[in-house]
Each structure stands twice: as C-alpha cells, then as structure tokens.
C-alpha cells in the first residue's frame, strides 16, 4: 500500500536561511505524483509545487524546490531565504496511480525565527 | 477568483446528535473531494465526486456518514449520529479536471467539529 512518511515533527529555521523538510514514500507504481502543501494556523490547505515521476528534472516554484531521489524514494522539500510567513505545516502527498486520490503525510511544523 | 468556500467554520455538538456541512467549489470545477483531517495527521480522503456522481467513497463510514453533490456543485457532508471520534476538521477540496498529471486540489478553509 501507498505510503508517505515525514520523520521531522517540528524544524526550527532562521529567517533567510534555507530548510529541508523530509519525505519519504513507498509504492510500487511506476506512474505517480508527489505535492507537498502548506497549512498555515487559518487551516485551508495550500498548493506548493509538484512532482511527476516521470519527471527528469527536480521541481522549482520560487523559493521552494523539490529535491527527488527516486531511487531512495525520497522527495524533499527544500525552501530557500526563509520568510516569518513561512511558519505553517508541511504536508508531502502522494496521487495514487490512474487515481485523484492524495495520501497524506503526518505533516512537519516549521517555525521561522526572527 | 474566489476559492473553495465553506461552512461553517466550526461546530460543537454532543455525541449522538446529527451535524451537516457544506461545500461550494471554484466555479467550472469538475471534482469535488471531502477530506477528514484528525489532530496531529494529515488529511485522509472520505469520498471524491465528479461532478455529481461518486468516484471513490471507500474510506467513507457509510453507516454514520453520507454525502451529497446535488446538480453537480455544491455538497454537504452529513454525520449522523455523531461519536467522540469523529472530532476533527473537515476540508472540502475542488480541482478541474480528474487524473491529471499535476492537477492540484485547492482546498477550502475547512470545518472544525468538536464532538463532546
């Protein structure tokens, strides 16, 4: 089954400074697509950058990119020049192959320091 | 263009008793999904419309929980009877088209239910 794991609980960053937040995921589809969402204290789920897995070259939206290692199955999120604004939840998913349908991760809390 | 709107934005009720929620996507989109979001996880999908069929509803606790898309747009979530466990926020998501590639779901502010 379909799985995604992120280890980090909480991470704590300096403003301006660049932060990885981890993601690992189990399939055994050859076609899927990775998201990771940001969930600020208001709750409504916000849409980051995406990952197909066909994708040759990694992911970039601004000051978020996605590192993707398919052979580790690994598809991190890594913000660059950190903002206060960015303090929120961190959700990678994963698209079930030939469905819609999104797997969530527990989530990582990051908080950005003056 | 206005986003995923939904209400209300919370609700308190007594276990046993019956609560409903609604959901308006974005305008023209195809696909409406109801997400339940426990503290401390991630969302964890209950049932996904296209337009007002049902696609997937097999995470769905069928005998407490239905859901409605009538003429395609607008849905409500219904709980009856309501349990302890079933505290928790409820988001509601659109996207336009199904199954593609990068489609992105926009998701609303959500509901948060307390059941005491």
């Known amino acids: 089954a379909q799985k995604i794991t992120q280890t980090q609980p909480g991470m704590f960053v300096q403003e301006k400074e660049a932060v990885t937040l981890d993601c690992t995921y189990d399939t055994s589809d050859q076609s899927y697509g990775l998201f990771w969402y940001k969930q600020p204290s208001s709750g409504e789920m916000i849409f980051l950058i995406y990952?197909?897995?066909?994708?040759?070259q990694n992911a970039t939206e601004g000051r978020y990119s996605l590192n993707f290692q398919k052979a580790r199955k690994s598809a991190n999120l890594v913000i660059s020049a950190s903002q206060l604004g960015d303090s929120a939840m961190y959700f990678c998913a994963m698209r079930e192959a030939n469905t819609d349908k999104l797997i969530f991760g527990t989530g990582t809390r990051l908080q950005v320091f003056p | 263009e206005a986003g995923v709107a939904q209400s209300p934005r919370y609700k308190i009720i007594e276990k046993r008793q019956s609560v409903a929620f609604w959901c308006n996507p974005i305008?023209?989109?195809?696909?409406l999904y109801w997400y339940q979001q426990i503290l401390g996880q991630g969302p964890k999908l209950l049932i996904q419309?296209?337009?007002?069929?049902?696609?997937?509803d097999s995470q769905l606790p069928k005998d407490r929980f239905s859901a409605e898309r009538l003429k395609g747009v607008d849905s409500t979530l219904k709980i009856q009877p309501a349990k302890l466990e079933d505290s928790a926020v409820y988001l509601c998501a659109s996207s336009p088209v199904t199954s593609g590639r990068g489609d992105k779901q926009f998701f609303g502010p959500g509901t948060r239910l307390t059941v005491l």
């Open positions: 419309f296209q337009n007002n069929g049902v696609v997937d």
């Open positions: 305008s023209g989109h195809a696909t």
């Open positions: 990952q197909g897995s066909y994708d040759e």
